[in-house]
């Protein structure tokens, strides 16, 4: 059983930042909740700190654009909701409650993607808190070995605090 030490509910990039310091202080072990759907149980490590972005669920859409700006805790719904608002859709699986950067960042298989790639491919950016507690942009143009590194790459590249999706 995964119990536990610490719970760091975050709202904010910096509530994040401040988890990750504090558990790089203290050499406390880390772990990320995001959308809270991992059936491995990797979202909670015994005797440590979770951060958990559950709090962050934000969705904004641009429709102009076709993009969406998505905060690091929100699910597969909050984006299908928010994009359908605007007769748009989006590279999504087919359960609402996975966690949509966990979908993303894991590659993210789902119906539509032979017309409109992995949801890793319709990436565009990330906001992602570094180990030592930075909160750095990542696209193809910034950060691009980043930005490499986190599509389907694996984990324990960062916390993703905010991605952009079209």
């Given at each position: 059983?995964?119990?536990?030490?610490?719970?760091?509910?975050?709202?904010?990039?910096?509530?994040?930042?401040?988890?990750?310091?504090?558990?790089?202080?203290?050499?406390?072990?880390?772990?990320?909740?995001?959308?809270?759907?991992?059936?491995?149980?990797?979202a909670?490590?015994?005797?440590?700190?979770?951060?958990?972005?559950?709090?962050?669920?934000?969705?904004?859409?641009?429709?102009?654009?076709?993009?969406?700006?998505?905060?690091?805790g929100?699910?597969?719904?909050?984006?299908?909701?928010?994009?359908?608002?605007?007769?748009?859709?989006?590279a999504?699986?087919?359960?609402?409650?996975?966690?949509?950067?966990?979908?993303?960042?894991?590659?993210?298989?789902?119906?539509?993607?032979?017309?409109?790639?992995?949801?890793?491919?319709?990436?565009?950016?990330?906001?992602?808190?570094?180990?030592?507690?930075?909160?750095?942009t990542?696209?193809?143009?910034?950060?691009?070995?980043?930005?490499?590194?986190?599509?389907?790459?694996?984990?324990?590249?960062?916390?993703?605090?905010?991605?952009?999706?079209?």
């Amino acid at each position: 059983e995964s119990q536990p030490a610490l719970l760091a509910m975050c709202e904010a990039s910096a509530d994040v930042q401040a988890a990750v310091r504090s558990a790089r202080r203290h050499a406390i072990p880390l772990s990320v909740r995001g959308g809270g759907h991992d059936w491995a149980g990797r979202a909670l490590c015994p005797n440590g700190l979770v951060i958990d972005l559950s709090g962050m669920r934000q969705v904004i859409v641009d429709p102009h654009s076709q993009t969406a700006i998505v905060a690091g805790g929100a699910q597969v719904k909050d984006l299908a909701v928010a994009a359908a608002a605007h007769g748009l859709v989006a590279a999504l699986g087919n359960c609402g409650a996975v966690g949509l950067a966990g979908f993303t960042l894991g590659g993210g298989y789902g119906p539509l993607n032979g017309r409109h790639g992995l949801g890793a491919d319709n990436l565009f950016g990330a906001q992602v808190v570094l180990a030592d507690g930075r909160c750095v942009t990542t696209s193809p143009d910034e950060e691009p070995d980043l930005f490499w590194a986190i599509r389907g790459g694996g984990r324990n590249f960062g916390v993703v605090t905010s991605m952009l999706i079209q």
